[in-house]
């Protein structure tokens, strides 16, 4: 697994995905207000995150910034 940052942005559903490394099987856990972290089926650790609402969390602003509701650690 490599240790490289993987965005995808969905546009017409406005939804990011971070994810760290190779993209593996795994599932959404939701952590509520629209912010997922994603979990390998193997290891059963977070390997990603997603925000669904990104575009309109971050209308309007010069730098993009969004505060998660909670702190995870990702593992690669």
């Known amino acids: 697994m490599s240790n490289e940052l993987n965005l995808y942005y969905d546009e017409e559903g406005d939804f990011l995905e971070l994810n760290i490394g190779d993209y593996t099987e795994g599932h959404f856990k939701n952590l509520g207000e629209g912010v997922f972290e994603r979990i390998d089926k193997k290891t059963n650790k977070v390997t990603g995150i997603a925000i669904h609402g990104f ?11 969004v505060t998660l509701p909670v702190k995870i650690q990702l593992y690669s």
């Not at 575009?55 to 910034?65: A, F, N």
């Open 55 to 65: 575009r309109k969390r971050t209308q309007g602003l010069k730098d993009v910034r």
